[in-house]
């Protein structure tokens, strides 16, 4: 009953509020773990003893503080292990905090469906719910051998223990977001390939300044294209090297772009999402010897400067402003 | 100042390119002081008779022509572009298009023809080839989408000149340059600059310059309709940044488009004067199109083909077709009968009159042929009157014997082609097809066409399409609409009850519902006529333009069946009939489990078990008697004989319902009210019909007594009586001649009264006897050989209920149902020899053996002996459901399944079938492969880690674990509970093959205090119940009080609910009625005899809804549901609107309409409805 997980009511693009609400939680362990873009890990250990109360009780504390510093409402999950905090969560409420009974953690489990369970995604539910195990507590009974020959022997063996309640996983202390989207729709189905083009300059740009702002480099950019008939298609590409330059990102967002060829598909949104963040002065850059690209980059600084200044419609691509 | 002809115009036969239906046309152009008028449609002459009729009655000269996409001469180099991940690529419409139009009379038309059937023999697109671009009598207008207005549009004059060398070589004289102004900027077509350069360019390469103006549409502000269809052309929204239609493509007048030619030729830099050169080209080249639609086309004229294709080579086709007519009388025994060699004669006399004598060959030589294959096959229709069609083996009944008259059919008044329709098994119906084509030759025969208009469902979803509306939305509003046209859509919203919600958020969508409207049908694409096919001599392409059919590339006439008959081609309707299919694999079964041939067409007359079942009214499955009202009829008028059954067909029509002919038949019939005849002279033609008119036959004898004319002339006045019209002037004529036979004035007067009444309703005799035949057979085959039966039943899915009351009915008819096994089932469904004895207890052990549970008392219906099981007493034949109604099976893998069989292992099955894995896994699901051992999850994961190995990565290796010998080994996975075995088998079969589903709920109606359709039986009139089931049919017929009543029936496992709402249930019933799927219904028992019961609801829930709630929280839920207020009725919100029928009877304007919502047999999942659909 030491372990909290925590997950913000924060409105969508508005990750930038994260770093200041795990320093909330920090004031109550150092064992934070962020789970971005609204949520958080947190190990009461220590605390709980430090301040004389459970860790129940704690959670109470975190809401009311995180309701009067910073307005936000948030859900509180707490359970034995990280899993199962994540898993208390589901069923919290605003106000109600659900905790997985020390003992009893298998029948609070049985009845799940199997996609409560952190690292098990809508395939491998699909794939468990065709046989017929749609629930934790069919899962645990199953033969492990049956489950390796579902699932894999890896996912098999983690997927039987986590489903018994044993959970092996640890708070590990992160203060990155390690990911951020930009997200452009559009007003109706959009057919036009200049248009979409245009929507994602606009949002690599966007990503680009809101990384440079952060200090921060994305390794891998992902491009999410929905259509009308709510279906999606989704392309990752790792970039040759992590980079906040708005000019790479675009770049590598045409290029995936570009692959998919769309011809009569009815899109109604693209979204691009930067993942692998890293500090950028960790980041590597190759030199070369085009002095063009060195411009480019500093005309990208000044122009950062002019937003931070004038506000962020200051200075834009020329196809943007039309 | 002159009319203005234009040379360019579109109808709505231009698939989604026209927005005016070419009567539209005509007649705006005669409004508009038009003289002439072109049709240009692309692609097709599909919409040129049409236009030739509506002509003539506007009063215009009608022009015909087509544009076509004609091949590049000069071939460009095109980038291939990548192949789009999702959504398509974009529609290629880059072809440049031309305009042909007939010049020549009969040879431009037969031009004409040869074109457009040429640019059908391309891949893809219809494309005229270089090599086939040539023709004597054509004019050619090549207009801004040509090649040559492209290059001038690109600013490219010496392209143009390059390109239009080709051109002048072909055509010669006969080209013309098409200049079309519709105000647009820039060069582009319908641009001032393009058309001033066209008018130069004609001007430098001395090629005479026409104007016109591209016609799409006949009056102004059509111009959103036309977006709407180039969306749904394109398959792309509309998107309002681009150029859209310029709304001028309207059919202009005279003086509007001499204001255009003035701008272009000033724009070309002439004097404004020149104009009236420009209109003089115009008006020439209009004057040389001379194509009459009477000589050229031929409408009017007939074209049989040549005789000595039909056997009458060395002789008169009238001599052959006599000469078999005599061998047809000894044959059948009838020689020593004067009357039949009189009437012989005297049918004789009338074919050589009308000179219709290969006409009757070549139908007999379809026939023949057909019969030759072993298909079954029958005449329908008036032609069985004709005891020479009877004589020549086309007609199976004797018209003698039934009293069938031939006037009815074919006589010297009528100067209409007579029409012999022939039924043969819908399954085999295309390789009927192809023996005609084989017979007669492709040159001589093709299939009419359809055209698929559209209705409020198709016009919704292109038009939410072509607006970018939720594709969710636009689904879910298509399916809230019963099948309306698409211009009463907005009516429909005000007045359906079952709309209302849908009318509270009309305003949301905007324009779509007056684009829905405008639609209305309009062509969306051409299908195969189901039963159509033209008979001709070799002259046929050159009357008519034929292109390949999708599917199967049988040639097909681009003309409807109406066009076909105007001008004058032959039609012969081979209509495929499933019951045909069904009785034919039934009867095969019987062969092929027990070796006794059945020959159907030679049953034995007045079987007592046959009438015995239909007395019964469990007709489920039998031809023509089995919808719910013709049960409820056949209760009360309990037939007896054949006779009985040719009455019962006959008055099981919109007309005798609707003019109360049933009730005094049937009281006359049980002797509650005495016969009675208008006169003496009268017994003769109505004592069989105890005083009733049922038949058109009976008019036709009637008037011919009365007045003393021949029945030829009689059945010219009864055809007369439909129109109001000439009923007035035939009363008169009637009264007149009848007085001067001797018939007094009350007597004229009531017989007058029931000519009158009847007159138009009655039904064909000839009709009723040949759909009578089928019908007797298929009771026969019921009565005898249950098994054989439903297995025709299901293999071909004749009639109109879902398949699972099909096997519903089986199984209350004590016929085993044994489930899908991959060791005993066949691609169709088969019989199998259950028990010898009798007694079938523990059937089929593998997997849903509950399944053959009988309900007790239900075996046998009451009063018989037990069904002769397949004719050997004592023995029970099950039957064993098919492969091929697994969903999403194919033909291929059910015949690899059928032809491996057995399999000893699941790793046989899946080597030798080769099932792909879906199929596999529905095949474990239902229980297909039970037999290999371990349970059905079990299975599913061994299928898995087959089809991985069969990829080659990683899994078992082909090894399967083995527990005790070829049996699969259990996995320890849980078994599918009963629940979800149900749920599988209508997922995967669209029928619950193990039990009744409705048997699930069991408890909660009877906590509900649900009555079952069996104790229903015994329920009093007038009493207050509630019943239940899964929905079965939906209707809305026309009915005799000109109100909508919905007609629903219900199944609940130990029968059928036939339930009707009225209109003051509506509100409150009408929505839930159409859109569930299962059913719990408050009523009213109205009882009208013996066998004769129906509930008249008064509420209606979803009863899948009612069973969620009770699951989850509790009766006290359901109970709050129940206590959740209807809506009131508001009376009829139609407003007392009816639609008066020609004949005077009157019909409820949303009457006779395939209501809304999924229909009943494509239910699919047991409880649960997605909320995406309507339900």
């Given amino acids: ?322 | 100042m002159p009319g203005f002809t234009h040379l360019h115009t579109v109808s709505g036969f231009s698939l989604r390119y026209g927005a005016s239906h070419p009567e539209r046309l005509a007649e705006r152009a005669s409004e508009r002081g038009m003289d002439a008028l072109a049709l240009t449609d692309r692609d097709t002459l599909g919409g040129a008779v049409r236009f030739a009729k509506a002509c003539a009655k506007a009063g215009v000269r009608p022009l015909f022509g087509v544009e076509l996409a004609v091949e590049k001469a000069e071939p460009d180099g095109r980038e291939k572009r990548r192949t789009p991940v999702r959504g398509g690529a974009f529609i290629d419409e880059s072809t440049p298009r031309v305009t042909f139009l007939a010049r020549d009379g009969a040879r431009g038309w037969a031009d004409l023809c040869r074109l457009v059937t040429a640019a059908h023999t391309a891949e893809g697109t219809p494309l005229l080839s270089w090599q086939d671009n040539h023709a004597d009598g054509l004019t050619v207008l090549l207009g801004p989408a040509s090649d040559v207005g492209r290059a001038l549009a690109a600013g490219r004059p010496d392209r143009a000149a390059r390109l239009l060398a080709p051109w002048r070589e072909v055509y010669g004289d006969a080209l013309r340059l098409e200049t079309v102004w519709h105000g647009r900027e820039g060069t582009g077509p319908g641009s001032l600059r393009l058309a001033a350069r066209t008018v130069g360019f004609a001007a430098e390469q001395r090629v005479r310059p026409v104007l016109s103006n591209a016609v799409r549409y006949a009056d102004p502000g059509l111009g959103p309709v036309a977006d709407v269809l180039d969306a749904a052309r394109r398959l792309v929204p509309i998107d309002g940044t681009r150029e859209l239609d310029s709304g001028e493509a309207w059919l202009k007048d005279a003086d509007a488009m001499l204001r255009a030619a003035e701008r272009i030729v000033e724009g070309a830099g002439y004097r404004r004067d020149t104009a009236r050169r420009l209109l003089e080209q115009t008006r020439a080249t209009a004057a040389e199109c001379l194509v009459d639609p009477e000589d050229d086309l031929g409408i009017g004229t007939v074209h049989f083909p040549e005789p000595h294709l039909v056997g009458a080579d060395r002789r008169t086709a009238q001599r052959t077709l006599a000469s078999r007519a005599a061998a047809g009388m000894v044959l059948r025994g009838y020689s020593g009968k004067r009357v039949y060699w009189e009437r012989m004669h005297r049918e004789l006399d009338i074919i050589a009159h009308h000179g219709f004598a290969s006409y009757f060959l070549t139908v007999a030589q379809v026939v023949d042929d057909v019969r030759d294959m072993g298909i079954r096959v029958a005449a329908r229709g008036s032609g069985a009157g004709s005891l020479v069609n009877h004589l020549i083996g086309i007609a199976h009944a004797d018209p003698v014997e039934h009293g069938l008259l031939m006037e009815r059919f074919l006589s010297k008044e009528r100067v209409v082609l007579p029409d012999i329709d022939i039924d043969v098994e819908s399954a085999r119906r295309l390789e009927v097809y192809r023996a005609i084509i084989g017979r007669f030759g492709a040159e001589r025969v093709a299939t009419v066409a359809m055209p698929e208009t559209y209705r409020v469902r198709h016009a919704i979803r292109d038009v939410g399409a072509a607006l970018s509306m939720d594709p969710a939305d636009i689904d879910r509003i298509a399916k809230s609409f019963p099948h309306i046209r698409a211009r009463d859509a907005r009516a429909a919203l005000e007045e359906l009850p079952e709309l209302r919600r849908l009318a509270g958020e009309k305003e949301r969508y905007g324009r779509l519902w007056e684009l829905v409207e405008s639609l209305d049908a309009l062509p969306r694409g051409v299908a195969m006529h189901p039963c159509g096919v033209l008979l001709s001599d070799a002259s046929l392409l050159s009357r008519t333009p034929v292109m390949p059919t999708s599917g199967e590339g049988f040639p097909m006439a681009q003309f409807d069946k109406d066009d076909v008959e105007d001008l004058g081609l032959l039609k012969l309707d081979v209509l495929g009939v499933r019951m045909q299919s069904a009785m034919a694999h039934a009867v095969a079964e019987v062969e092929r489990a027990t070796g006794d041939r059945i020959d159907l067409d030679a049953v034995r007359p007045g079987d007592p078990a046959t009438y015995r079942l239909i007395r019964s009214t469990e007709t489920l499955g039998c031809f023509q008697i089995e919808s719910p009202g013709q049960r409820d009829l056949v209760g009360r008028l309990q037939p007896a004989t054949f006779h009985d059954l040719v009455v019962d067909i006959s008055l099981f029509r919109p007309g005798p319902v609707a003019a109360d002919m049933v009730r005094p038949f049937i009281e006359a019939r049980h002797g509650r009210a005495p016969v009675r005849y208008p006169h003496q002279d009268l017994e003769g033609p109505l004592k069989d019909t105890y005083g009733v008119v049922v038949f058109h036959e009976q008019i036709i004898d009637i008037v011919a007594i009365m007045t003393g004319c021949g029945r030829g002339e009689a059945d010219r006045v009864r055809r007369g009586l439909s129109d109001p019209e000439s009923q007035g002037r035939i009363r008169i004529w009637f009264a007149q001649h009848a007085a001067a036979g001797g018939y007094d004035a009350e007597t004229i007067q009531r017989t007058w009264e029931i000519v009158e009444a009847f007159g138009s309703y009655g039904f064909c005799k000839a009709h009723a006897v040949a759909f009578a035949v089928p019908t007797y057979q298929s009771a026969w085959l019921k009565a005898h050989h249950p098994a054989a039966f439903y297995a025709g039943l299901l293999t071909h899915d004749p009639g109109m209920y879902p398949k699972r009351l099909l096997l519903a009915d089986a199984r209350r008819r004590g016929v085993p149902i044994l489930p899908l096994d991959v060791n005993a089932s066949g691609v169709a469904h088969r019989i199998e020899l259950v028990s010898e004895s009798g007694g079938f207890e523990g059937v089929g052990g593998t997997g849903g053996s509950e399944g053959s549970r009988v309900p007790e008392g239900s075996r046998v219906p009451e009063g018989s002996e037990a069904p002769e099981g397949s004719g050997v007493p004592g023995k029970v034949w099950g039957l064993r459901l098919a492969l091929s109604d697994v969903h999403g099976i194919s033909e291929a893998e059910a015949a690899r399944v059928a032809d491996g069989q057995p399999y000893a292992s699941l790793l046989d099955f899946w080597e030798r079938a080769r099932p792909s894995r879906p199929l596999a896994q529905r095949l474990a699901q239902v229980g297909a492969l039970d037999a290999f051992g371990a349970n059905r999850r079990d299975l599913q994961l061994h299928l898995t880690e087959l089809h991985r190995g069969a990829r080659g990565s990683g899994g078992g290796g082909g090894q399967l674990p083995l527990a005790g010998g070829r049996k699969t080994a259990p996995a320890g996975l849980p078994d599918l509970s009963s629940a979800e075995r149900l749920s599988a088998e209508l997922g995967v079969l669209s029928m619950d093959a193990s039990r009744n589903l409705m048997d699930d709920h069991r408890t909660f109606l009877d906590e509900l205090g649900v009555v079952s359709a069996r104790r229903l039986r015994d329920a009093g009139h007038g009493g207050i119940v509630l019943v239940a089931g899964a929905k079965a049919a939906t209707q809305t017929p026309p009915i005799r009080s000109g109100k909508r009543v919905i007609f629903t029936t219900l199944d609940d496992g130990t029968g059928l609910v036939d339930l009707a709402f009225f209109d003051d249930s509506h509100d409150a019933c009408a929505h839930t009625v159409f859109h569930s799927w299962l059913l719990l219904v408050r009523g009213v028992v109205q009882r009208r005899g013996p066998r004769s019961l129906s509930v008249v609801g008064a509420a209606a829930w979803n009863l899948a809804e009612l069973v969620e709630l009770r699951a989850e929280n509790g009766l006290d839920a359901v109970a709050a549901r129940l206590a959740e207020p209807v809506p009131e009725g508001s009376g009829d919100p139609a407003g007392g609107r009816r639609i008066h029928m020609p004949t005077g009877y009157e019909m409820h304007p949303w009457a006779d309409l395939r209501p809304a919502g999924e229909e009943p047999a494509k239910a699919r999942k047991l409880w649960h409805q997605s909320p995406g659909s309507a339900g």
């Fill in chain 1, 1 to 322: 009953m030491t372990i909290l997980c925590v997950r913000f009511q924060l409105p969508p693009t508005d990750e930038a509020a994260l770093p200041g609400l795990l320093g909330l939680l920090e004031e109550f362990t150092p064992v934070v773990e962020a789970l971005p873009p609204d949520g958080a890990l947190a190990d009461l250990r220590g605390a709980e003893r430090y301040f004389g109360r459970s860790a129940v009780e704690l959670a109470s504390v975190i809401r009311v503080r995180a309701l009067a510093l910073y307005g936000v409402d948030c859900v509180i999950g707490a359970g034995p292990g990280p899993m199962l905090a994540r898993i208390a969560l589901r069923d919290a409420q605003p106000g109600v905090t659900c905790a997985v009974p020390e003992g009893a953690v298998a029948g609070f489990l049985a009845g799940k469906p199997v996609a409560a369970l952190p690292g098990v995604g809508a395939a491998t539910a699909r794939t468990l719910g065709e046989y017929g195990l749609d629930t934790l507590g069919l899962v645990a009974a199953a033969p492990l051998s049956t489950l390796q020959r579902l699932v894999g022997a890896k996912t098999g063996r983690e997927l039987r223990e986590k489903a018994n309640g044993i959970d092996r996983g640890r708070v590990v202390p992160n203060a990155v977001s390690r990911s951020l989207a930009a997200e452009r729709p559009f007003t109706r189905d959009e057919l036009d390939a200049d248009r979409h083009r245009r929507a994602l300059l606009s949002a690599a740009e966007e990503l680009g300044s809101r990384l440079r702002a952060v200090d921060k480099v994305c390794g891998t950019l992902t491009l999410t294209v929905r259509y009308a008939d709510r279906s999606s298609t989704t392309r990752t590409r790792t970039l040759e090297e992590p980079t906040a330059h708005s000019a790479a990102l675009t770049k590598a967002a045409y290029g995936m772009y570009e692959a998919l060829g769309l011809q009569r598909a009815r899109v109604r949104s693209v979204a691009l999402r930067a993942e692998g963040l890293g500090p950028a002065e960790q980041a590597s850059y190759q030199l070369a010897f085009d002095p063009v690209d060195e411009k480019v980059r500093r005309v990208e600084e000044v122009a950062d400067r002019v937003r931070a200044k004038f506000g962020p419609r200051a200075v834009m691509p020329g196809t943007l402003a039309a």
